[in-house]
């Protein structure tokens, strides 16, 4: 049974006035996909993931969500996306309480519905005390489990993260992550990007390299380590992006931290 094409981006460009971010990005996510797009600081990650979101206008090329062509200014394919953003802003003045209901309503679902599935959420992620305290006092953490809520709260079909255990402690992180996986295996598609190779390597089922505004490695961990004599994901990483300088950043670095300079000679 083939299976459904949930995302499908064909020849996809971006520039920001002279600055070509994405230079025809084609990739096809489907449905039950746990995919990690990964790559280096301004490969165009975030960028492509603004666009399928409807963030960010001026690009070329065509991009589909669940079959239709986001550019027909048709918003429902919204509702069933849940999006977590690497920064938010979380009204901090409100409780975890008021912030659901808002995004609730946002997505059509009922302040009641809202508030008792947000509350059985968060309680599971053992923050049923938190619930009505003001989310200004929360750690990075405990506001990163608002979001995750907020960004599931209306059952999406695709969950868009971006860096999405930041702040989390490790039994946190091995609960998310089996939930995300879990989503994945009842159908749901999980996109995210994330700077840790390990998250990177074992959330995903298949991963995307981006790499100065193309997709230069798309597979599984195994397909990707064919491509390349490295072990690690990491050093996968470091091959198929070009990035041979370590050691010697590494060398020069300590060098100077160790070693006291006359300004003069600097």
Known sequence: MEKEKVITL???KMNFGNHQVLKGIHLEVY???????????GAGKSTTIKIILGLIEGYTGSVEVFGKPIDKKDLQYKRKIGYVPESADM?????PSEYLSFIGMLYGIGEKVAQEKGFQLLRLLGMEEMFHQRIEGFSKGMRQKVL???SLLHNP???FLDEPLNGLDTNSVSV???IFRELANQGKTIFFSSHIMEV??????RIMLLADGKVVADGDVAQLKKQSDQGSLEEVFNQLTNFHSQDDTVKAFVDYVLHERDPKDA
Do not use: A, C, F
């Not at 449905?31 to 600081?41: C, E, M």
């Not at 990177?200 to 089922?205: G, I, P, Q």
């Open 200 to 205: 990177v390597e074992n959330m995903s089922n």
């Open 157 to 159: 079909d695709i969950i």
């Open 91 to 95: 009204y901090e003045q409100l409780t």
């Open 10 to 12: 064909h020849n996809l």
């Open 176 to 178: 998310i992550k089996q």
């Open 31 to 41: 449905r039950g996909d746990i995919v990690g797009y990964i790559g280096p600081n």
């Open 148 to 150: 995750i809520v907020s």
